[in-house]
């Protein structure tokens, strides 16, 4: 395997003034994979693409492609193809003009132009669709054409901003699938920026959590979800109960409430503020291990949701931890829990998580 990484970000910031977009952010993204930038409005996603992509000089640091320093080089001149959220397509042109557009402009012959674009079409299966306007076809598919568009260039690392963000729900999880796919078939480095978490746990082979311009984090979804490595990353990557108390002899005590048992771990001294999180389909209901440390709470809300219920247990005053269960073939209705019942409650201490 070629060792050199696609994209490499070293020691990037960006600064509009006093504030900064992006700050010291250091990354190496390695060739064909799907990695993902992810992370609330205005953590430096989109800053981070431009200055990939050559769009946005940084004020610090350089960005390699292929190991070649082109920190001062115009887009033009690096091999990177940008998929804007805005598909920017040309409403006069046909959907086939406006994949060979590109190709056209660097001047490839007109036979390569047909067949490259034939297999574009082909690979975003709209190969019905090449004699049409872009104005006359659906969400999902003119973000395909765009799609379409940038990798008929044939590009070594290929730039998406948000580019499902305008599809309904239905079509943007079809759609997932298929950008997925294409990837794989294609064999390309995609750098994909998100906000929404379960797209980038999806998707990517390994992605980036961002926070106010840093990376908080970077790894597999895996890495990132069962091991958040801060209090930012476990509540931003789905739904996590975080809870603050004092560390005593491997479990974690509240307030005003039971002890937590979360094992012990090195170098958190007793009598330590910490945070602990759990992930609500961690906790266990029913059938507990031997050895499991099983407390006890009140049911304040049950919420069916179709596949899942999600119970709001009560723990200590003011404290609620959600326990979400499956609706499984097993299940039956009248086994839920209702409001005001006290339930016990358990986890493996290994899933409830120290944070700093
Ligand atoms: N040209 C600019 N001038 C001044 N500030 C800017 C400029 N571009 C971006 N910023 C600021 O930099 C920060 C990061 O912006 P960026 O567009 O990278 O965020 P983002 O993560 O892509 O957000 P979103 O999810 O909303 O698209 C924001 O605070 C933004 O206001
Ligand atoms: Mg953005």
């Known amino acids: ?17 006093d504030s900064y977009a992006v700050r010291d952010v250091n990354l190496d993204i390695e060739a064909g994979e799907f990695f993902s930038l992810l992370g609330p409005s205005g953590c430096g996603k989109t ?5 990939i992509g050559g769009f946005t000089d940084p004020t ?4 390699l492609l292929a190991g070649e320093d082109v920190t001062d080089l115009p ?16 409403d006069h042109l046909s959907v086939a003009d406006n994949v060979a557009f590109g190709l056209r ?3 490839v012959g007109k036979d390569e132009i047909g067949e490259r674009v034939g297999e574009m079409l082909e690979l975003v299966q709209l190969d019905g669709h090449a004699l049409r306007k872009p104005g006359t076809l659906s969400g999902g598919q003119r973000q395909r054409v765009a799609l379409a568009r940038a990798l008929v260039n044939r590009p070594a690392v290929l730039l998406l ?4 963000a305008a599809l309904d729900l239905k079509l943007r999880r079809q759609m997932q699938v298929e950008l997925k796919q294409i990837q794989r078939e294609v064999g390309i480095t995609f750098v994909f920026v998100t906000h929404d978490q379960d797209e980038a746990l999806t998707m990517s082979d390994r992605l980036a959590v961002m926070s106010e311009g840093r990376v908080e984090q970077c790894g597999t979804p895996e ?17 996590s109960n975080l809870v603050d108390g004092v560390y005593r002899d491997g479990k974690v005590v509240l307030e005003q409430g039971p002890a937590l048992p979360v094992g012990r771990r090195e170098g958190v001294g007793d009598g330590s503020s910490v945070s602990v999180s759990v992930r609500p389909e961690k906790i266990w209901l029913s059938d507990f291990e031997p050895g499991m440390s099983v407390l006890r709470g009140v049911i304040r809300e049950t919420v069916y949701s179709g596949a899942t219920t999600t119970y709001l247990i009560e723990v200590a005053p003011g404290v609620t931890l959600s326990a979400l269960e499956q609706n499984t073939a097993r299940a039956r209705m009248e086994d839920r829990w209702n409001g005001g019942e006290t339930v016990e409650f358990g986890w493996r201490p290994e899933h409830c998580l120290l944070l700093d």
């Open 105 to 107: 402009r660097k001047g």
């Open 60 to 63: 610090a640091g350089s960005v």
């Open 47 to 51: 800053t981070s693409l431009r200055m």
């Open 75 to 90: 887009p033009n001149r690096r091999n990177v193809n940008t998929v804007f959220q805005s598909y920017a397509l040309f």
């Open 223 to 239: 890495d990132v979800y069962e091991h958040p490595a801060s209090r930012f990353v476990a509540s931003f990557m789905g739904t």
């Open 161 to 164: 901003d948000e580019p499902l």
């Open 1 to 17: 395997m070629d060792a050199t990484p696609a994209v490499r970000l070293d020691g990037v910031s960006k600064q509009f003034g």
